[in-house]
């Protein structure tokens, strides 16, 4: 018999299991207003499948021959909805709760044995969620970069890719029992402030940028069928895994001050949550097609997420979202326990379920779903809304056509995780993602033929921990000392500080020694998670304690100008370290996973030319000054708010968003673009003030007119085509970025617009052409005070770079 021991760290109101076993599990378990006992009951109920259930060959499955496969659900000849119907109708009250949860119950009866929906996969396999085991015969799964420096490589064919590897290896391992085959994955919430703990888990401030990612994860993890269905093919709706877009919505802040994530109540405009907060789950929904999305902790607008019908309607009655709604773990409880929205426990259960959420993480639902029904509070048919939409999911993954040992991907296995493919992509990823931040003189790239010694510096240099926040166990991990000490005959290394927190400067003397020695010195400083996670932002965009301190006296004591390579998500305020000469070159490595050693050794010795971009603004120490829990985007002179992200932000930046350097230069060309466009205006609404153009045509008099009035928008997109010059002496990568400006101001418009990107390989002194999309409707235009997009008319200036090209947008 097993024996579950557990120690607890607690705060005020959250408990966090620091049991090994749990493998840095993090979800947080309610313990304000319940005694130990109930407390530990929800923890032993949520996780007990982790330490009691040995890994099978293959998991045991619905429909099982020879009782249980005549059932009408486990006909695959008939609708998944009359399936799903048919076998709702077999169950009990009793069972229908016990589906209400993460951990859903087995039923006995008609063969169906229990299920895990939490599983984790933001970046890799991961071991937070009960869902997943390393302790079977697969014991390692590929750690690709962390999102926030995959989105760095601005390449939607990289991030397809990176899901379709980590969907092989989790189904490989839902093979082997170790796995589910729902995972919690993306993370789309906007960084929309620089001290976000899990800023590092998103694809950075952009909404459109947001979107693409999650559009292209969720394809290629969920498996060719998502995007069958997003070519209106209907015919097979099957999917080979279940991803899900979280956290829906304005959820950006774990703790600071007196708010907690759990507690906090975002307060959001219509305008930003339109063209914010809310088109990375649209994208997510709409053109990816995710079968699964996850509310949040926080309130909206004074309701809590997971409750406000507001936001579900919109999902389920506007996107067309076909999936099941999760909430985030516990987040039932706090509508009761700490939100205070609800009376009781009853009450917030059938929120919740009103609203359209289906499924609990925690035990919530499963203690009180029973009294609240006879309480009258919810209806049995408002939970068999709820089953349809779980097992609708299930069927579309498989699970109820019999022996998955026959199934279409019965074959993988062991040999299909950790493959040399899956590791290089993870290196692509790394070396597409890393940013170069400064280089001045062409201090870089070092010549690795010339035998230089080395000297590696920092406390982050020398761990192999690289993956950030919702990471696994890696294939093969190594810390970037050692990727950097296969390209040089000669390399020492000092930490310069005890660990990342630098409180002390007794290893500076070491570190000069050898700084003083070297040809060349790289400096690894930055933060880790240990400053930054779930349940933790930052107070201050400064390196840590004493890190800065050490970098500068190791810059004024080398031989030559040093190399300062920076970790962690979020942006840091390197100001002196940007100004200083004797630091030529920095370089943003973020979380660059398992490979991250190699692919920085690459760029720093020039086997590889650096292409990164950031997606996100890095703020001067100053923005800490910013309330933390305003969501304002737009900003606000009168009373000295500075607004927040590229799009709006009107303070001073240490780097903005999109900069990344290389060891090239390049020029752009427009190639072929419209110059006009006259769209056509359905007649309705207010009345227009009206003129005769030199055609005798009547246009309106004014500055902007709403999308939905627009009957044209779809005819008028158009591919912008342009040549890029690679004018230095290395091949490589070149993101291209198309910008737009506003004719005029318009309250409310962005100061600056991503409308599309492109990631292109070029030759030395060689052109290559690429094209980006552009859909006037939706990317030249942006939210008013209502939350209505509308389209500003006049002269819309297009740029890349310092190209510029004006788009006429007219209206008749």
Not at 304 to 319: F, H, I, Q
Request: glycine content about 8%; charged content about 20%.
């Amino acid at each position: 018999m097993l024996t579950l021991q557990l120690s607890c760290q607690c705060t005020k109101l959250y408990c966090t299991s620091t049991k090994s076993n749990y493998q840095n599990g993090k979800k947080p378990v309610m313990l304000h207003h319940q005694p130990t006992s109930i407390f530990f009951f929800t923890l032993l109920l949520i996780h007990l499948p982790q330490f009691t259930t040995a890994p099978n060959p293959f998991p045991d499955y619905p429909c099982k021959p020879p009782h249980h496969h005549h059932h009408p659900f486990c006909d695959q000849s008939l609708p998944i909805q009359t399936r799903a119907t048919s076998l709702i109708s077999l169950l009990t009250l009793s069972d229908k709760i016990n589906q209400l949860s993460n951990n859903a119950s087995s039923i006995p009866n008609l063969g169906i044995p229990s299920y895990q929906w939490w599983s984790e996969s933001l970046h890799g396999i991961a071991t937070n969620g009960p869902g997943i085991d390393f302790n079977g015969t697969i014991k390692s799964a590929t750690d690709f970069p962390q999102v926030i420096v995959s989105a760095s490589s601005f390449n939607r064919s990289l991030w397809f890719l990176i899901g379709s590897a980590v969907a092989v290896e989790a189904r490989a391992m839902y093979n082997f029992g170790q796995a589910g085959l729902s995972f919690w994955a993306p993370n789309v919430n906007i960084f929309r402030d620089p001290r976000w703990g899990r800023g590092q888990e998103t694809p950075g401030e952009d909404p459109m940028v947001a979107s693409a990612y999650a559009v292209e994860f969720v394809r290629g993890f969920q498996g060719g069928k998502g995007i069958k269905k997003v070519l209106n093919d209907q015919d097979d709706d099957e999917i080979m895994l279940s991803a899900c877009c979280k956290h829906y919505n304005a959820y950006d802040l774990e703790k600071w001050g007196q708010f907690a994530r759990y507690n906090f109540n975002a307060v959001v405009s219509q305008q930003d949550l339109e063209d914010s907060y809310q088109p990375p789950f649209r994208g997510c929904v709409q053109q990816g097609k995710a079968s699964c999305l996850m509310c949040s902790y926080n309130a909206v607008n004074g309701v809590p997420a997971c409750v406000s019908e507001d936001l579900m309607g919109l999902v389920r009655n506007k996107w067309g979202f076909e999936g099941y709604i999760t909430s985030d773990c516990d987040a039932v409880a706090t509508v009761f326990e700490y939100q205070h929205y609800a009376k009781s426990p009853e009450e917030a259960v059938a929120d919740v379920l009103n609203a359209g959420v289906d499924i609990n993480c925690g035990t919530y639902m499963l203690r009180h779903a029973q009294s609240a029904i006879e309480q009258g509070m919810v209806k049995e048919e408002t939970l068999d809304k709820a089953l349809l939409n779980l097992f609708s999911v299930q069927m579309r993954l498989g699970l109820f056509n019999g022996d998955p040992r026959k199934g279409k991907y019965s074959k993988l296995g062991p040999q299909d995780v950790c493959t040399p493919e899956h590791r290089k992509l993870a290196l692509e990823a790394a070396r597409q993602g890393i940013v170069l931040l400064k280089n001045d003189n062409k201090f870089l790239p070092l010549d690795r033929k010339a035998g230089v010694s080395l000297a590696v510096i920092g406390p982050m240099a020398n761990t192999s921990k690289l993956g950030g926040g919702y990471s696994g166990f890696p294939c093969s991990p190594k810390s970037l000392y050692d990727g950097l000490k296969e390209y040089v005959p000669t390399i020492s290394y000092s930490s310069g500080c005890r660990d990342v927190q630098c409180d002390s400067d007794d290893g500076f003397p070491e570190a000069i020694d050898i700084a003083k020695e070297a040809d060349f010195v790289v400096i690894v400083a930055g933060i880790s998670t240990i400053q930054e996670t779930e349940d933790l932002d930052r107070v201050s965009l400064l390196l840590p304690g004493k890190q800065m301190e050490l970098v500068l006296r190791i810059a004024a004591a080398s031989k030559r100008p040093v190399i300062l390579v920076l970790t962690g998500g979020g942006p840091l305020d390197v100001s002196s370290a940007e100004v200083n000469q004797h630091i030529a070159s920095i370089l943003w490595v973020g979380y660059p996973g398992e490979t991250g050693g190699k692919a920085l050794a690459e760029i720093i010795f020039g086997e590889i030319n650096p292409a990164g971009r950031l997606p996100m603004t890095w703020y001067p120490e100053s923005f800490t000054s910013v309330p933390m829990n305003d969501m304002r985007m737009r900003a606000d002179p009168s009373r000295g708010y500075p607004g927040r992200t590229y799009r709006f932000y009107t303070g001073s930046r240490i780097y903005g968003f999109g900069h990344g350097l290389s060891y090239s230069d390049f020029s752009y060309r427009f190639l072929s673009a419209p110059s006009k466009l006259s769209f056509s205006r359905i007649t309705k609404g207010g009345p227009r003030k009206s003129l005769l153009n030199k055609e005798d045509q009547e246009v309106y008099e004014a500055d902007h007119v709403q999308v939905e009035e627009l009957q044209n928008c779809n005819s008028l997109s158009f591919l912008l085509h342009v040549s890029v010059m690679n004018l230095g002496d290395m091949d490589g990568s070149h993101v291209v970025m198309l910008f737009s400006k506003w004719p005029k101001v318009i309250p409310g418009s962005p100061e600056n617009q991503l409308v599309g990107f492109s990631r292109v390989h070029t030759v030395s002194n060689e052109p290559m052409e690429t094209s980006i999309f552009v859909d006037p409707c939706e990317h030249l235009s942006f939210a008013d005070e209502q939350g209505k997009r509308i389209l500003p008319l006049g002269n819309h200036i297009l740029n890349i770079g310092d190209v510029e090209h004006i788009v006429s947008i007219e209206i008749y």
